[in-house]
């Protein structure tokens, strides 16, 4: 297609490349590749280890922390003695170990429950769970 420039010389024509039809061509190309490609699915197989199946849930234990720092077990008063005792008995239970739910007053120290939860930690306890004591008796 040719034009004429006003600001130009007089008659000279001027030659421009139709770009359009280039365009055109090379989205064409671009869908092909596109469809052309093929889906790579990343699959990671893993082998779980199977857990033996329990017939009866374990029981729960509810550790309840008061404002003063007193601990019941299931409602019985314990000392720090009786309760590292009983994180004893339970860890020597592996894997059939009752679940623990720590109860503690939301006036309780911060410092008294660390104390409970490390304890629990260093005598190899592992089914123990913290939370509101509202949650734990419905």
């Known amino acids: 297609m040719a034009t004429s420039l006003g600001s130009g010389r007089e008659g000279e024509v001027l030659v421009d490349m139709n770009t359009t039809p280039l365009i055109d061509v090379m989205l064409v190309m671009l869908v092909m590749l596109i ?3 093929p889906l790579q699915m990343h699959a990671v ?3 779980m280890p199977q857990m ?3 017939t009866t849930p374990p029981p729960d234990v509810n550790l309840a922390i008061d404002f003063d720092g007193s601990m019941t077990w299931n409602g019985t008063p314990v000392s ?5 005792a009983y994180f004893v008995r339970e860890a020597a239970k592996g894997d059939a170990q009752d679940e623990i739910h720590v109860n503690p007053n939301r006036l309780a120290k911060y410092d008294t429950v660390a104390k409970v939860l490390a304890d629990a930690q260093r ?3 592992n089914s123990i769970g913290i939370g509101n004591s509202s949650d734990y008796l419905r």
């Open 52 to 54: 033996p199946s329990r």
């Open 123 to 125: 005598r190899n306890v």
């Open 80 to 84: 720090m003695d009786q309760l590292d």
């Open 45 to 47: 197989k893993l082998d």
């Open 35 to 37: 469809v052309t490609i």
